[in-house]
């Protein structure tokens, strides 16, 4: 399995990491969601059919895939990593099949985050990041932790230093803050 120092690894000597997150816990709502309402599905199913040995061994066993199902999509979750440098946007992702893709901050266009009613609830948002009239393979990520940190760090690395403008070094406009 994929360490969070591993992770490390694919840094080139000369970038810094700068945030490194999986995503957000939600994420995993529905995987649990749908394997409750399965294995409910099944015992119930199990409790109204007529009793046999067949029907048994049937119900346990899809009972086991259910669990076993869910166990591996939460590895995933667990070992899936993003990761923010000063040069670049990674993801990390894999058991088996170890998939490391990125995109260079120096192609990024333009920035977006999302938050629904329930990514404001537990804290949680979607970024869209956009390259010059390309479809990468980063250019939305969900369930982002943290979105407006994650947000303003990115914005920062992509178009800046905090208040400055890249090009003059002169103050931009001020910013408001709550």
Do not use: C
């Not at 294995?39 to 040995?53: D, E, H, T």
């Not at 932790?145 to 931009?172: C, N, Q």
């Amino acid at each position: 399995m994929l360490a969070p120092r591993e992770i490390d690894e694919y840094l080139l000597p000369t970038e810094r990491r700068v945030i490194r997150v999986r995503q957000h816990w939600a994420v995993m709502m529905k995987h649990l969601t749908e394997t409750a309402l399965f294995l409910l599905l099944v015992v119930v199913a199990q409790r109204f059919l007529p009793s046999s040995v067949i029907l048994d061994n049937v119900a346990f066993y899809l009972g086991l895939v259910a669990v076993l199902r869910f166990t591996v999509l939460t590895v995933l979750w667990w070992i899936e990593r993003i990761v923010i440098t000063d040069k670049r946007v990674m993801l990390a992702q894999g058991i088996l099949v170890h998939n490391v893709g990125m995109m260079p901050l120096s192609k990024v266009t333009d920035l977006t985050f999302q938050r629904t009613l329930g990514g404001r609830m537990f804290g949680y948002g979607t970024m869209i990041v956009e390259s010059a009239g390309q479809i990468q393979a980063l250019n939305k990520i969900t369930y982002m932790p943290r979105p407006e940190e994650i947000y303003e760090a990115l914005s920062e690395l992509v178009f800046g230093e905090k208040g400055k403008t890249r090009a003059t070094g002169m103050l931009a406009r001020p910013r408001w803050r709550r």
